[in-house]
């Protein structure tokens, strides 16, 4: 099965390299190029792509912007691609639903493996992003709070709930599916569920959400070792 790929950023070399880079990947496809946001969601709209790979910078309306719109419209994953790795970046791009967060610097290898991987459901977070969403949660303020839902909790099943606990974890599909010993279909079910409910937009942000949960319930305070 063709994974179907837009390529959203403003720089046409940029758009041309990336789209080099996929289409020698024989289950990739780049079906569309976009040099701002407006156009991203125009073409995703009309292409159905499974990724767009989203540029933050662009004029008009910017990668974070188009992205919220792809996501609270369910169109396809985003993975964003950026040269910088700034705090208002990468909190704005989560909180707008994106899957992934990856840094133009990535290499061609691991760039094609994120593309498949957010495809499949999974979230994907470059190395640097992961050591600043840790040094984030271990600090006093809380820089990207996520709307705590009143009733979604109790909305869920006791299956949707481990689920939930199993993305906390930051296990993708096929090991929910291993870990509870059921279909990577049935499990790619019960996360839209799960992220419809606590009306979140990405599994990036339901792992947030449990890691945030499981800080306030255990009393854990900056600086505490646990």
Not at 75 to 85: A, G, K, N, Q, Y
Not at 145 to 168: F, Q
Not at 198 to 223: F, K
Request: aromatic share 2%; with cysteine.
């Amino acid at each position: 099965m063709t994974i179907k790929v837009l390529v959203a950023d403003d720089h046409g070399s940029v758009r041309a390299g990336i789209a080099l880079i996929l289409n020698n990947a024989k289950d990739i496809e780049v079906v569309g190029e976009a040099a701002d946001g407006t156009e991203a969601i125009a073409q995703a709209r009309a292409l159905h792509p499974d990724v767009v790979l989203m540029d933050v910078r662009m004029p008009g309306m910017n990668g974070i912007a188009a992205t919220r719109v792809l996501t609270s419209e369910r169109l396809c994953e985003v993975l964003v691609l950026t040269t910088f790795d700034l705090d208002e970046y990468v909190y704005g791009a989560l909180r707008a639903g994106a899957a992934g967060f990856l840094l133009k610097s990535v290499e061609a290898g691991p760039l094609t493996e994120a593309v498949r991987v957010v495809s499949a459901g999974d979230g994907v977070l470059a190395p640097e992003i992961t050591r600043k969403l840790i040094s984030a949660f271990a600090s006093s303020a809380d820089p990207m709070p996520l709307a705590k839902p009143a009733t979604g909790l109790d909305e869920l099943t006791e299956r949707e709930r481990d689920v939930l606990v199993c993305l906390g974890e930051g296990l993708s599909n096929a090991q929910i599916a291993a870990q509870l010993f059921i279909g990577e279909t049935t499990v790619k079910t019960h996360v839209s569920k799960v992220l419809s409910k606590l009306s979140l937009r990405s599994r990036v942000q339901a792992a947030l959400l449990v890691q945030e949960m499981d800080r306030t319930i255990t009393g854990e305070q900056p600086g505490n070792d646990r």
